[in-house]
């Protein structure tokens, strides 16, 4: 047989295997439409294992401490600076206090003081009798020993003249220890003119007198209270009265009656 009839022989049927494997491929291409959507990505696979460490390279390792250096020298002092300015000064100094109570050879507060009283009556004829009483009050209250405390009231014209135990006036009143000394003051006129139908303290008998006690008792001037029994500690009044005045019924004055009397005192305790 020649090669040519054998070529013969296996063309036609390679022939014929390409064309329908040709065909088969423009099928599937024609069955699946063009440019369609690309499937989703399948799940990510597990890990490989690690890889070998590589080899570490050289590491240097850290050279000796060097040795301390030797202190410097120790730098020169600075100049000084200049003084700053002064600052404020404080406040002012407060007010001087009061002055205390003088002390005694023994060691113990002498009591003194000072203060001022004022009395006035004023009744028309037919009305009904008056008693004005000027307040002499002790701050702190008198010492209870020595209990024994005497009594003077000096009027405008005795106040002008000083005599024991009353050495003051009545714009400087004093006492001398162990008593209380009561200056009236000077009036617009004189007495006899601005008192009318008044009784005059240092005229009065007891049992008027011219001191009372916040207890109630009388004293005639220049009389002494009981510090402990009269309770005259916290102060004594000065009686001025009508000269029509009667206990216990009172009565009605058949004259004007009228009295502006004021004054000083001073007490101090032995």
């Known amino acids: ?97 009061p002055t205390g109570p003088a002390g005694t050879s023994d060691g113990k507060t002498k009591f003194a003081e000072t203060g001022t009283w004022t009395a006035a009556i004023a009744v028309p004829a037919g009305g009904p009798q008056e008693q004005a009483n000027g307040v002499v009050s002790f701050n702190p209250k008198y010492p209870e020993s020595p209990s024994t405390l005497s009594l003077t009231y000096r009027n405008e014209a005795e106040a002008r003249a000083p005599a024991a135990p009353c050495l003051g006036s009545v714009t400087e009143p004093q006492a001398v220890k162990g008593n209380l000394c009561v200056y009236r003051g000077e009036q617009r006129g004189t007495e006899p003119t601005e008192d009318k139908n008044i009784t005059e303290p240092n005229a009065e008998v007891l049992p008027n007198g011219t001191f ?28 001025f009265r009508t000269a029509q005045f009667a206990e216990p019924a009172p009565v009605t004055v058949t004259a004007p009656s009228s009295l502006n009397a004021s004054g000083s005192w001073a007490v101090t305790a032995n």
């Open 1 to 97: 047989m020649s090669v040519s009839k054998v070529r013969r022989g296996i063309g036609a049927p390679l022939c014929v295997a390409v064309s329908v494997s040709l065909l088969m491929v423009s099928a599937a291409s024609a069955s699946r439409p063009e440019g369609g959507a690309t499937g989703p990505t399948g799940a990510t696979g597990p890990t490989g294992p690690e890889g070998p460490q590589g080899k570490q390279g050289n590491q240097g390792f850290p050279g000796p401490t060097g040795a301390t250096g030797s202190t410097g020298e120790k730098g020169a002092t600075g100049e000084k600076g200049e003084r700053g300015a002064t600052g404020p000064s404080g406040g002012p100094p407060g007010p001087t206090g």
């Open 212 to 239: 009372k006690t916040p207890k109630g008792e009388f004293i005639a001037n220049k009389g002494a209270c009981i510090t402990e029994t009269d309770n005259c500690q916290t102060g004594v009044m000065v009686v």
